[in-house]
Structures are given as C-alpha cells and as structure tokens.
C-alpha cells in the first residue's frame, strides 16, 4: 500500500525566491512561505516553510513571486539530512509541483 505526500499551502512569500542551477544542469528556486495559524483571542503563529521549485515552474516563480505576495503552493513534504557545524540535522521542504500567485500585497 502507497502513502499521500501531499500539502496545500496559501501564504506570503516571506523572501525573494533565489535561483539557481543544479550540479545536473537543472533550474531550482527556493523562496520561504509564511502561512499563519489563528490562536485565541487574536493571537496566532505562523509556520515558515521553504519551497523548492524545480524545471517549468521556476521561470513563473522568478517573474510573479515577490516577497509579500500572496501565494498557492501545492507539492509534497521532502526531508533530508544535512550535516552542519552543530552535527546533522534534518531539513523539510515542499516540493512545489504547481505555484499560483495570489497579488501584490496592499
């Protein structure tokens, strides 16, 4: 039996997506995502996610996503192990598989 990996995000782009190009020659933009969570009597959190977008998708990200805009993510959850100065430590990401802009913010 196979699992949903699926995750649905509407937010601010919380930075300027960064493009770059892979070691195998592949286009990829990381931008971080705010999305926020409504708490009692007005207090909330946000949740900050770091979406990767790959090939087709990265010359619409580069074009339509500025930090503050609001934004439709959908793709999968990813995590991968990275090893830093403090030892490894695993990093998770939504691997965007379709990306709509929302607008400008206000």
Partial sequence: MS???????????????EVATSRSGKRVATFRLATDRPGREGSGRTDWH???????LVPLVEKRVRKGDRVYVEGRVESREERGRGGPRTRTEIVAEDVIPLGRRS
């Avoid at 699992?3 to 997506?17: D, Y």
């Avoid at 770091?50 to 087709?56: I, M, P, Q």
Wanted: proline share 5%; net charge negative.
């Fill in 3 to 17: 699992g949903l990996n699926k995750a649905f995000l509407i937010g601010r782009a919380g930075t300027e997506p």
């Fill in 50 to 56: 770091t979406v990767v977008v790959w090939d087709e």
